[in-house]
């Protein structure tokens, strides 16, 4: 699911450090481009298309935003699935949350992590496991709930069952 943000979080302890601020100038520039579909091709049940493929849409936004942007932070784990195909079409880096948060557990020394993510639940096994560090996920009977929750949140109809979910996975 996509993350729920303040754009001027991403930017600012950073800017603040690096661009002399004068009252409300000295941030950089931000181009927000919410992509409302899912960054694959899916079926009518929301299942994928298989082979799995990029949604050619997700492109088209990734050429966008790279014509006004020098870099692309995508604040959802799926796209990151085409990360090489977002940055190739847009030429420009994605900054990528999935490596960002592995790096950080890397650097915590921590050796056990346990993982909610929507559906295939493959975003951040393969790059933990490539350092050895152990990955855990939920059950069978707790993910079909959660994602139903994650698809809820998602259309704006959450609700308590969605939060059952949550807090059940947890």
Known sequence: AACQHDPSL????????V???HFV????????YYFRHAPLLINDD????????????LLKAARG?????DFIVMTANGPHMFQARVEQ???????????????EIERRGLRTIGVLELGQRTMYAEPLGQLGIAVSYIPDELQKPLDAGIFALDEGREGPESRVAAQAAV
Do not use: C, K
């Open 65 to 69: 935003v790279g014509s006004a942007a």
């Open 25 to 32: 100038s000295g941030y950089p520039s931000m181009v927000v």
């Open 89 to 103: 079409e847009s030429s420009r880096p994605v900054l990528s949350m999935i490596e960002l948060t592995v790096a």
């Open 10 to 17: 991403i930017e600012f302890g950073v800017s603040q450090q």
């Open 19 to 21: 661009i002399p601020q």
């Open 46 to 57: 929301g299942s994928p298309v298989m082979p799995i493929q990029v949604d050619p849409g």
